[in-house]
């Protein structure tokens, strides 16, 4: 039996469907009105005419080749200004490295005079990214001592206290790694008083750095969290300026005291190994 005849627009219809369904890669599902049969007609009885050139796949506009490239890194333009200023560093610096609490630390050279100190410090960052940028901001520096804050907006972020200290481990290693005999000190997160919901994450990641690196040669935990809390066990304010997350100058006496015994230290244990040997 002959089939039913499909109306011009319906079989523009339905060849459109099957247009996206080759795009797509699956079948299109068609109303009952419109079912078609894949099966080719009896020739004998298809009237003759002309025969029909089928339609193909609709164009799909390209994508912009900028859009194919991968989002260049926020941190990008920061890092590359910090390598300008750095382009002629003091041999053997100490390295300050880390997030904002690191680059806000206006009177870091004023802190610590008689040492060469350079703020390699990039705002917002994560220890994610502090691992990334090392290479270019530390390593190629041959720092005498490297003092790391960072963590902190890994754990604002939500991120596990377990996760994060994975990520300080990577970075810890390739410090090591590079520089197997340079002092190391790491500053524990600070109880920022508008991140007090993440302190319990806080206590537990600064416990894991603090376990890791008890037993490791040429470094320190600095555990400047205990530090600004009170007797309440809660941050004391006037640690923090008004946004409640970074630092005042209190807070940073507080920094520079704990770091500068750090590196009283070991600096001149370093000068005695140096002597021995």
């Known amino acids: 039996m002959m089939q039913s005849k499909i109306t011009t627009s319906t079989a523009s219809l339905a060849l459109l469907l099957l247009a996206c369904a080759r795009v797509i890669g699956g079948p299109v599902q068609l109303a009952p009105s419109l079912s078609l049969s894949l099966t080719p007609a009896d020739p004998a009885a298809t009237p003759a005419g002309p025969a029909a050139t089928p339609a193909g796949p609709a164009a799909i506009p390209a994508l912009p080749a900028a859009a194919l490239q991968a989002s260049p890194n926020p941190f990008e333009p920061e890092i590359k200004a910090l390598e300008a200023r750095l382009s002629d560093p003091p041999l053997n610096p100490i390295v300050f490295y880390g997030s904002s609490s690191i680059r806000l630390w206006k009177t870091l050279q004023q802190d610590f005079p008689g040492y060469q100190v350079l703020n390699c410090g990039f705002g917002g960052s994560r220890l994610t990214d502090c691992v990334k940028f090392a290479p270019r901001l530390v390593l190629r520096l041959k720092p005498s001592a490297v003092i790391i804050y960072a963590g902190d907006n890994d754990l604002a972020l939500g991120t596990a206290p377990e996760k994060v200290f994975n990520s300080f481990q990577q970075l810890f290693r390739m410090l090591r790694s590079d520089l197997p005999n340079v002092p190391i000190a790491f500053l524990s997160v600070k109880p920022s008083p508008a991140r007090m919901k993440y ?28 530090n600004m809390l009170g007797p309440d066990k809660q941050p004391i304010s006037s640690f923090f300026v008004g946004d409640h997350i970074h630092l005042s100058s209190a807070g940073y006496q507080i920094l520079r005291k704990d770091v500068g015994d750090f590196l009283r230290q ?7 190994k140096t002597t021995v040997h």
């Open 199 to 226: 302190f319990e994450n806080i206590r537990r990641f600064n416990e894991m750095v603090d376990i890791y690196l008890e037993h490791k040669p040429d470094t320190e935990y600095i555990d400047v969290c205990s």
């Open 266 to 272: 070991e600096l001149a244990n370093t000068k005695t």
